[in-house]
């Protein structure tokens, strides 16, 4: 019971999830409604993903989608062409699906510690640089891929994540992210983000705490990877541009850097917006950009930023106000100095 | 041998390009500290400033060299304004913000810039043939073809380059952006106005990428609203792999990427995209602070 | 505790209903809706905008008719047209509005083959018929038999092309150059490439570029040079073909240049330069010179200012076949109007239409040389060949 109060998520999302699912069996929802929701539940496990690297360890990733990319197409292919989970029947499929998605994260968390691990050593923005590449260069490798489809992409993908299952790894991912913040691990994060160079000399092991924040981060990816490709049933390396990365940081960043509800909103948020601006006709982008510069002045923490929904505080209290207000300050100041060394 | 002379003239030539989008890239970041994302746009801007000048004052004309200096240059300073005034509207508010704010509202900008320019219908969905601003003549140094207007293109760059490193070195504005990029608090407490430099470096960032852009259709006479999206990033990339905040590592950047380029996809045109990234990420991981940066100390 | 469970409840509803209240009109039994698909925004926006103005000449057309006959009714029929930004996930949700809050009977689209095929699975499922108007690519139709095209496939295509050169052209050593991030160019680059070699040709490059955002080609283009081919096709889209072929001319390749339906813009010529697209080839499924297209094409250049592209020819068609399915349909669903539309035999601006088993349009590919600036009609090869 007490683990309940403090994980209310769990019981929570259930919840709006048996809403949902009775007013769609009560056609108060419709397909239409469905799929934007199945696609901002995919967009949230990214957007809280990518909120694990620059929301809570302060680094800098820009070109996430190129983990989901892996994710995707690992998955696919270990539900399409190893084992062409389509003909099984249905409680194979459910095992198989779930193989495939954990295969999709594994294979996404072993490019994120590859990349990780020679990158995060060094301070800056070079994290930025080799994501942004990352991406492009798994692009390059799929487009050339004969097995995944190469140029043509990958069809007859099976359809086997549903409404639930996007809502089941949603839930876990909200739950393992804020299990995480709570963490000895996760507080070493935020210590990493607040000011590296204090968190060292505080004896924290940045380069091994930012590694395993990044790599998490890449596994949870690869799983959001594994639910576009179940839900689309169709892959092409252009999905994963360069484009796709910086919605995620657009929904991240709009929503609340470092807060899980932040994340959440934004990408729900933001996923549906192009969709009911849809009557705009062709100025709807237009609106699009324009609010989205509206929401970052007016809101420069973003909507949500610095704040939880109240069932998702920190369970531990106390440390939640860290950063926000004086975070930037001192972060300014900070490069201040770094500017002088590097400037002639 | 005369293939590699060869392919060296044509990375020089597209690495021109990029090399005068980093500067503005460069000096952008060394100031504030912000990844521009709209910064590819200003180009866009900047060719279809050119597009439109040319086309409303001097329609089906053979444009000599003065008259078209002349049309870049007004177009530079068209985008460099609009640059000022991006700046002023949506940069601005957030500069005491993290960086990342800032680089979110400069994909709204871009986002809004490029479908707005979409939507409106003298600019639209059609791609538009750049003007020949100067007519392009083909010879041989032995087996090497050159064209002249790219040549032209490689030595104003470089003019551009050298006269905008006299600016920032000797001239008092100069002096100011220096002085601002090592600490904005303490140059304004020395009577440095800020905001003035700011504005003067986001007009200068603004109308190089014009320029760039300029010279880019000029080569490349396509124009579409997206054009800008990707040369953006590229130049990011070449100011890092120089060293960022800094000039000639911006400039030295650009032609890396550019020869990188061409080189890899003359081998291995299948994977070329890819390669060229990986020999960047490379070259950053064994120098990280970029071919001319100095290494960063960093204090508490 | 309970209060929050008790918000998040009528949060989360109030948002969902917020977003369900955004439509959903009521079909009236005397009016139908139909949808399309396209990419009004993103870097093939043009096509969106060539799709959208196809669209209003139909509608034009159906004003002026009072709606469109049923059995002596007349039906209006509303067209209800949404962007899918190039992006698949995009256009699946496009479809999915079109069929859940509009209840069209049947969409015309999206232009792209990935996006058709993303798409298509949704109206598949829904017992929706979709055709695409230049969703070239193979698999398209092989998602389901909801799902038809309204253009030639990129096989044949390419099969016509590398025919027209060896034996028409008598053309021996050819080179290819194209972008292996795109499915349409990469899968004619292939057709192109298998059926030179079948014919006894030989290809002497196949060289690559990745994405439509690559302006500088001289590094393959200097390959092409030193295969010295007698020609170079060029399967590409349209932000690219005017930089490559200017490329071609200005390294000093002479060689013929081949095309695709890509090429097929009425500002073509004009973009990519008189003297360097003079003499060239392409094939494509329509020739605006054709007898049988001259009313659409007045009617189209009068209404859009421009010639009708190869997209907007086959968007128009597109349209038609559906309409004209719907006037056969025995009933009116989407079941009916997809039996309806395999019985097509219907006379259009690029000649008689009927469909394979497969829903591929049974259609001649036709092969277009560019005189004067204008493409001219040479002749045509059909698929039984």
Redesign the interface.
């Known amino acids: 019971m007490n683990w309940l109060r403090k994980n209310s998520e769990v019981i929570i999302l259930p919840l709006i999830y048996v809403v949902i699912f009775l007013l769609q069996k009560n056609k108060i929802l419709n397909n239409y409604i469905i799929q934007i929701i199945m696609l901002a539940g995919v967009n949230i496990i990214m957007t809280l993903s990518l909120n694990l690297v620059n929301g809570m360890t302060g680094q800098n990733s820009i070109g996430h989608a190129g983990f989901m990319a892996v994710g995707a197409y690992v998955s696919a292919l270990f539900s399409k062409i190893i084992f062409s989970a389509a003909t099984m029947p249905p409680a194979l499929q459910t095992v198989f699906f779930l193989l495939a998605t954990i295969a999709g994260g594994i294979g996404a968390a072993i490019f994120g510690f590859l990349i990780g691990m020679p990158t995060l050593r060094l301070k800056g923005d070079y994290l930025a640089i080799v994501t942004l590449g990352f991406g492009e260069v798994i692009r390059s490798i799929i487009r050339i891929t004969p097995t995944v489809g190469a140029a043509r992409g990958l069809t007859g993908i099976p359809k086997l994540a549903s409404l639930f299952w996007i809502f089941v790894f949603v839930t876990i991912t909200i739950y393992v992210c804020r299990n995480y913040m709570d963490s000895a691990y996760g507080r070493g994060c935020l210590a990493i983000r607040d000011n590296e160079v204090a968190a060292d000399t505080m004896g924290i092991n940045t380069s091994k705490y930012k590694v395993q924040a990044f790599v998490t981060s890449a596994f949870i990816a690869g799983i959001a990877g594994s639910m576009y490709a179940h839900t689309l049933r169709y892959l092409h390396p252009d999905v994963f541009s360069y484009t796709k990365s910086t919605d995620f940081l657009v929904y991240l960043y709009a929503g609340g850097v470092g807060s899980i509800s932040g994340s959440i909103l934004g990408a729900f948020v933001l996923t549906a917006l192009p969709e009911i601006l849809r009557f705009m006709n062709e100025w709807r982008l237009v609106i699009y950009g324009g609010l989205l510069v509206v929401i970052i002045l007016f809101r420069p923490v973003g909507m949500f930023g610095g704040k939880e929904f109240a069932f998702l505080k920190l369970k531990t209290g106390g440390i939640r106000h860290i950063g926000f207000s004086n975070l930037f300050q001192r972060k300014s100041k900070k490069t201040a100095v770094a500017n002088e060394e590097i400037s002639q | 041998m005369e ?1 590699f002379i ?2 060296l003239v ?1 990375g020089l ?2 690495g021109s390009i990029y090399a005068l989008l980093a500067i503005g890239y460069t000096m952008v970041f ?1 100031i504030i ?1 912000m ?1 521009n ?1 709209a910064h590819g746009d200003f180009l866009m801007m900047g060719s279809y400033a050119v597009f439109f000048i040319v086309s409303l004052f001097f329609a089906d004309q053979m444009l000599g060299p003065a008259i078209a200096l002349f049309v870049i240059l007004a177009s530079a300073s068209i985008t460099g304004f609009i640059g000022v005034g991006v700046e002023r509207i ?1 940069y601005k ?2 500069r ?10 400069a ?10 320019f ?2 409106i219908p003298f600019i ?4 538009r ?1 750049f003007p020949k601003l100067l007519k ?1 003549v ?1 010879f041989f140094v032995g087996p090497i ?1 050159l ?1 002249l207007v790219r040549i032209v293109v490689i030595i104003l760059s470089i003019v551009i380059m050298s006269v905008l490193y006299f600016i920032i070195m000797k001239t008092t504005i100069g002096m100011e952006m ?1 002085a601002a ?6 140059s304004s407490l020395m009577g440095v106005n800020v905001n003035r430099v700011i504005s003067a470096t986001f007009f200068i960032g603004a109308g190089l990428a014009a320029i760039s852009g300029a010279f ?1 259709a000029n ?4 124009l ?3 054009m800008g ?3 953006g ?1 590229k130049a ?2 070449a100011a ?1 792999i120089g ?4 000039i000639r590592g911006a400039v030295l950047g650009g032609f890396i990427m550019g020869v990188i ?6 081998v291995y ?7 060229s ?2 020999v ?2 490379i070259i ?2 064994l120098k ?2 970029g071919l001319l ?8 | 505790m309970k209060k929050f469970v008790l918000l998040m409840v009528v949060l989360s509803l109030s948002l969902v209903m917020g977003i369900s209240a955004v439509s959903a009109e009521k079909t009236i039994p005397d009016e139908i809706n139909l949808g399309m698909i396209s990419t009004i925004s993103g870097s093939q926006a043009i096509d969106g905008q060539n799709m959208t103005d196809a669209i209003k000449l139909v509608q034009k057309e159906l004003e002026e008719n009072g709606g469109l006959d049923v059995d002596g009714k007349k039906v209006k029929i509303n067209w209800i047209i949404e962007d899918c930004e190039a992006k698949p996930e995009i256009a699946v949700n496009a479809a999915q509005k079109l069929i859940e809050q509009d209840g069209v009977l049947a969409i015309v689209g999206p232009n792209n083959s990935g996006d058709t095929i993303a798409s298509a699975e949704i109206s598949q499922a829904a017992k929706i018929p979709q055709i695409t108007n230049t969703g070239t690519n193979e698999a398209v139709t092989k998602v389901g038999d909801y799902v038809f095209r309204a253009c030639i496939i990129d096989p044949f295509q390419g099969k016509v092309v590398a025919q027209f050169a060896y034996e028409n052209l008598g053309l021996r050593k050819t080179a290819v150059i194209y972008d292996n991030a795109d499915t349409y160019s990469a899968g004619l680059d292939k057709a192109f490439v298998d059926a030179f070699v079948a014919l006894g040709g030989e290809v002497v490059a196949n060289e690559a570029f990745s994405g439509a955002d690559v302006k500088d080609f001289s590094a393959q283009l200097i390959n092409i040079k030193n295969a010295n081919p007698e020609a170079v096709f060029v399967p590409a889209h349209i932000d690219n073909i005017p930089l490559i072929l200017q490329q071609i001319r200005g390294m000093g390749i002479e060689a013929t240049l081949l095309g695709c339906d890509s090429w097929d813009y009425a500002a073509m010529p004009e973009l990519v330069g008189l003297d360097v697209i003079e003499g060239a080839y392409y094939v494509t499924g329509f020739s605006p010179d054709a007898e049988t297209a001259a009313d659409f094409v007045k009617a189209f250049t009068d209404l859009a200012g421009y010639r009708p592209s190869f997209c907007s020819a086959m968007a128009y068609e597109a349209a038609h076949i559906v309409l004209n399915a719907i006037q056969n349909a025995e009933t009116i669903d989407g079941t009916g109007i997809r039996d309806a539309m395999m019985k097509t035999e219907l006379d259009l601006p690029s000649g008689h239409v009927t469909f394979d088993e497969f829903r591929n349009p049974i259609k001649s590919g036709i092969i277009l040389q560019v005189r004067n600036g204008v493409a001219q009609y040479v002749g045509s090869v059909s698929p039984s060949k």
């Open positions: 293939k060869q392919l044509y030539q597209l060394g500290r990844i994302m949506a508010p957030l005491n913000r993290p960086k990342i704010s800032s680089m979110i509202a994909i709204g900008v871009s986002l809004f810039t490029q479908n707005f979409r939507a639209g969905p059609n791609p043939t392009d083909l073809q064209s220096r990029s090592c600490d904005k608090d303490a880019y080569n490349y006479p396509v579409t609203v997206t999206a990707t040369l990033n990011f990339i890092v060293g960022i905040g800094d380029e061409i080189m890899i996809s003359s045109s299948e994977l070329a995209y890819g390669i990234f990986v960047l990420i950053l991981l990280p602070e940066g100095k290494p960063m100390i960093e204090k508490v």
